[in-house]
């Protein structure tokens, strides 16, 4: 259902706005890399793993813009966040 997608593109949005990345940070002179871990970052393999089970459920052409609205959702998150989403082998399937 929309509901279910809308659902899972609210948490990509918000995993992808708060990913916990190394910040590069500039105090006068010096260039200091500092970790801002964010308590959110442990939930992005979880959201990844139903996002792609969501895909791959029914691989039906009926459900190919489901398939597209999901893979924007991964690239959002693996953009953001710095890992690594495959998400080829999804597009071309």
Known sequence: SWQFI???KLWGLVLSSYPGVN??????SKTVIAQHEQQLRPLIYPLVQVILGTINLVPASKYFPLRIHLINVLNAISRTSK???PT???ALD
Do not use: F, Q, R, S
């Open 6 to 8: 809308h659902c899972l």
């Open 23 to 28: 910040v590069i940070e500039t105090n006068d």
């Open 83 to 85: 890992l690594y989403i």
């Open 88 to 90: 080829a082998p999804l």
